[in-house]
């Protein structure tokens, strides 16, 4: 296939996650078996809807599965618990695509020795060189055995603390110098999935809280190698319709006197976010967009609760005070009642088709396109969806050209 | 003063209201009084932000009140009554606005003889050509009394029934001829009062659902006339979030099945909504909204109910029933607790400056830049609020020139 | 087995059910033989609570089930459609179950000719002294055939157009010469159904809001038969928490302003009180609560729309709007989102074990102890869902003797 | 007046408030005369209702009001602070009762001593034998300069911190030696509060979540004087509807899961409560309800947050997730909209009124027939709101008689 054909031909791509027995992983994976089997529809997907959907992405039958994960089980054993728990998954799609799941599971390797920052960092049972070796010899294997042209590892791990940001993470040489100097304090998995990423010339995103692409020593790596990469920390639920609702406060300059929200979530996130340290970067990301975007801040403060009895389901509440005309005060509430999982799974494999294609026509750096993806999306100031949103829908345009834009979502063109 | 002084000189504007002592039209008054002693705030205005707030318009100093009602009361009664049931306005407001108020009431003429779909076509006292006339000798003596340079009528009275759809409604000679003929079957007040408005030189604001600047014989008249003009219904609650909101399950590729809004109101207009044929207009322009930033029809009832102890207070409650990802069914609520009055009045003050603005450029026709005002925008298709709002944006930026733009509410320049 | 062993030891007990093949019904059999194989617990039923606990009721393995229903289905074609539509019950559970389900459908007879209210009176294909004797036979061969000690007729038919009540309906003679009369225009099959249970020697339970025993005609027969009897109108959702929370506004002297209530659900008992007509009975049994609670009446409508896609699961928001102190207006709003047919089918399944046990003691007449479980319980003042529920601990307590009650759910006695 | 006519005929009553100048103090001094004044209702008290309005309690007028506050203010002050942030006085009101609130602030002493949990114990201007001293003298010449007949102390002063529980408070005697040893870390205001007011032969109701009337020290003490007394806690929001509710998932056997709270506000109380070590004994208060009326303890977190925003407006927010037949999880959600304040000055009011009935008629101890008012009712085991109030209709019903009873809120008699 010659280079003009390849632009226009996508061949097979990797999907390598970190985390890949999470819940989210596991639905990302079964679900897309499930839409390949027609059991259900393309909900969720952005990457369907036009104009995204006039590009010449990868389509679903071509996306093949992988990654690591710390703890050993099977991802039929996690889907099953997602089915009991969670009642996402049906009895009859979980049977048809036992088999599917079941080969899968040869491609996750099992690593527990990446969990430093729980298990401590002295009993590690290898250097961070060495762990890194073993994670490129991974994605190889991956690589090579499913022949895929391309692989997109994906950060879907838990959240982690935040270590000290240090000058040597400014340089990939300061970088290279803390992993040679087995930093563990300052350095943490996330940062060690990106970079060993980078280094295996795969696309990286980080749909975590957690270190990575936003990193000057990372970037400088991701440049170097002509790579796209983008994160951080998936926008899903709650923060999703903040960055929707709030610029309509702004725009009719109704002063917003307090936002305050509530989380319940009882999945193994809510869990870990339990943790005041683990929380701490992800309640930074919530809580930052209503001052991005208002411009001022309002009391906002963001509570998550780990409810177990809720699963997957995650419960989140919004009080909005705001004051209008006359400085008279009024209020609005709202309640979101969605499953983690689900929000998150079909916009990792819209990124990931999104990054492939950036890759095959040679973009590389932040794919500020994807920004209405991210809480904090890397190098972007702008905070509110739709004008975030705009920007992959301009991304579109651009590549499609004028002839074969066709009828967008959205214009905004006056007649 | 010469042409181009003119153009950054806005001279006394003159807002002169049908249903002048209606709830909304007292608060704007009032409220305009308050700004002025340095009551209250400026929030809730728009034109006070940036970049619209860099335009040469109007300031509050020059605003002048008048206009008509069909039930004979004061502004005083009326401000006192809102003061007692919707506690909006306080004690010392009042106190320090009486004297002016009493004055306005001056410039509001009372004239029962404009309500016959109330009291039945026969037994009116005037023809309507003489009622036009007396109408247009009242704007006439409303404008030179005040010495204002530009009157902008704005419609503020109840919820009509709606009338046919006639051939003769599509052109001017025709609507003269209905009029002439005292075709009170086929031709509402708020008819009468755009043709009255736009024959008198004022510009026009159709803040209610009824029937005005979207037949073609008063756009023909408007043009004819260089006025600028806009409409229908204000868009101030709950269409208002659902115009913010509908889009990001658009966007998300998250199917609606169902969008229920519940809307329970005390005031007046909760009483008028509460006759079916009185709100089939308003849910109408209500119900459209959804289908048409979705591009398909979910279940989407809209129920209006009066409840009388609310008073001007409205609370909304939505439910959205949505499908996302492996077609998993998922829920979000809202509501909403705002005072209608309150939302209301400052987009009158917003859209009357901005249409002084528009005329004293010599801009004539439908301001489209006002979508985002509307829940039933004339003329513009798009339903969702930020590319509707992004037209007066756009206006303002194209006014304002690069160099003076400054720093806008949004960019969405990628960076 | 003599009196007084039979007073101890309940035998087999026939349930059968006027709309067999409606969801309730479905869920209530599939439930009870979901306990029985040790699937479920028994979370919803009140009759496994102390002190009600402590009588000789029924067990769940003597329960058999019977009935009839105008549309020709099969048990398992309905739960299979609650499974796909609802998902509240499992694969598991309908895989182990099927076999046992398939047995059921033999005792379930399909009489479309009870439906004349929908088909209109004149093209019956027999006489109601025919149908009667028709239903009288199968209820027979039911008893019979499955050699039960004591029949349990429940209504759970879809909601009724109500017929005038006229002075024949007032005595059982009367009654029986409408019957003979053939005047369906005065008799509902809800009337048919409780004469005929009662002729048979069953106990009688109306779930629905259609006529039944409240007739001064039905109570004659079923003092004359000796028989006990109990309704109308489960009360399972909304009504339920109006009546738990109502009386904490009576006792703290808090005025109720407004009491709305919108009720959204999509199955079948949505879409017939969808109709104007078949609502009414349940929307007066709705709205009465509130009023007969506070001693006034506040502003209470009550909404019930219809809104397909939420299937089984009712979503109900109520909004309560009071006065206290100082006369400060403030508000309370609820949602409750519940699956109607898991909260009914306990329901009967206690009210069933009730009535064996109040027939098996001799007792005849209407059980007010049974008034906690219906929206407007025959011949009882009291609305207040604890006040009622008391009337059950006391029956409780009455049978039981001081000796064996035991520690009760509650106790109101002074340390 | 003989002892007979005493009995029927109650005096001048004085309401002696530690924490005088608070937000409930002034709410409660200012509706009193607001009633007095005809300017508004008798809502929120439950002393007017039948059958306890039958009892002859002391009237509106009869009431006198005094009492210590830490921080000097005036009443007007506090009033017009309330005013403007809470809007739950009107300016008439205000304008109309000044004077006579002006006459108050002489009844009330600034004694900033009182606040050593604050301020440290080692900088104290006085012993506490002095302090009690001067308390006891200042109730004194409160009691003989209004002639007052009885007087009520209650404690409104803000959360404390709770002090180790030592064997000394469980006698008199051991409390004695404790205030002799200015053993401040042992001793709160709170039961400094207590002590005195039984010192003084004045009732005691403790009105917040400070210890006081559960010490067994002070219980002996309140024996002694024959003193009625009554706490803990003022059961006024969202725990009040918990107590409503939560029994009803209990009658109907329906298992919670979670029964998650967040309460927002944001006035004296919220900003005290903000301080973990002071919101410790509240929140154990608030969580303990669920556990003790369900018997088992489901996760039930209760947030409260610090909204400056809202004022005395608090806004609280509950999810109840629970499993009801066939183990299907369903939920409930409840959002409350009431002003503290409001809400707590009336049971004020009431209890006064009872506790000095209580006293006229000779009875002494815990008042449990209070137990309704209170979050955590000294003595009581029964947590749920309809059981705790028929104690005080079976006090009141005790006191009337048969023949005086009349018609009551409830009756539980099947008819």
Redesign the interface.
């Known amino acids: 296939m010659n280079t003009s054909e390849k632009l226009y031909h996508p061949g097979k791509t990797g999907i390598w996650i970190a985390g890949a027995l999470g819940d989210i992983a596991v639905?990302l994976i079964?679900?897309t078996l499930?839409m390949r089997h027609g059991l259900?529809?393309?909900?969720?997907?952005?990457t369907?809807?036009p104009p995204v959907n006039g590009l010449s992405l990868t389509s679903l039958d071509q996306l093949v599965f992988g990654g690591v994960d710390i703890i050993d089980r099977s991802i039929c054993d996690v889907a099953e618990s997602i089915y009991r728990n969670s009642?996402?998954?049906?009895?009859?799609?979980l049977d048809t695509v036992a088999d599917e799941i079941g080969l899968i599971d040869a491609q996750i390797a099992i690593m527990p020795e990446l969990s430093w920052q729980a298990s401590g960092a002295t009993d590690s049972s290898c250097t961070l060189v060495q762990l890194i070796d073993r994670l490129r010899k991974r994605i190889r294997q991956f690589r090579e055995h499913n022949g895929v042209d391309h692989v997109v590892v994906v950060n879907l791990t838990s959240a982690e603390e935040s270590t000290p940001d240090v000058p040597e993470k400014a340089t990939l040489e300061g970088l290279q110098r803390l992993i040679a100097d087995e930093r563990r304090d300052l350095l943490t998995p996330g940062i060690i999935y990106t970079y060993t990423a980078l280094l295996e010339g795969c696309s990286y995103l980080n749909f975590t809280s957690n270190s990575g692409p936003e990193l000057a020593a990372l970037q400088e790596l991701a440049l170097r190698e002509r790579l796209p990469f983008y994160g951080n920390d998936g926008k899903t639920g709650e923060t999703?319709?903040k960055t929707?609702?709030a610029?309509?406060f702004?725009?009719?300059?109704?002063?917003v006197?307090?936002w305050?929200g509530?989380n319940?979530l009882g999945n193994s996130d809510g869990s870990t976010l339990h943790d005041p340290t683990k929380r701490a970067a992800k309640l930074a990301n919530k809580e930052q967009v209503i001052s991005r975007i208002l411009?001022y801040s309002?009391?906002a403060?963001v509570?998550i609760?780990y409810?177990?009895?809720?699963g997957d389901w995650k419960?989140a509440?919004d009080?909005i005070?705001f004051?209008?005309?006359?400085?008279?005060?009024?209020?609005?509430?709202?309640?979101?009642?969605?499953?983690d999982s689900?929000?998150a799974?079909?916009l990792i494999l819209d990124m990931a088709r999104l990054s492939e294609f950036a890759w095959r026509h040679g973009e590389s750096g932040p794919m500020?396109?994807l920004a209405?993806f991210f809480k904090n999306p890397v190098?972007?100031?702008?905070m509110?969806?739709?004008?975030q949103?705009?920007?992959l829908l301009?991304y579109a345009h651009r590549h499609l050209g004028p002839e074969k834009s066709g009828k967008s979502?959205?214009?905004?063109a006056?007649?």
Request: aromatic share 10%; glycine share 6%; proline share 6%.
């Open positions: 639905t079964t679900g499930s259900s529809s393309r909900s969720g997907l952005c369907e809807l009642k996402t998954f049906s009895r009859e799609l999703l319709i929707a609702l610029p309509l702004a725009c009719r300059n109704l002063q006197l307090s305050e509530v319940m411009g309002p009391h403060d509570a609760n409810v177990p009895s809720l419960t509440w009080l005070h004051q209008g005309f006359l400085d008279v005060r009024m209020s609005m509430q709202f309640t979101w009642q969605g499953c689900i929000l799974a079909p500020h396109h209405a190098g972007v100031e702008e509110a969806f739709y004008p949103f705009e920007m301009a979502l959205f214009s905004t006056v007649p």
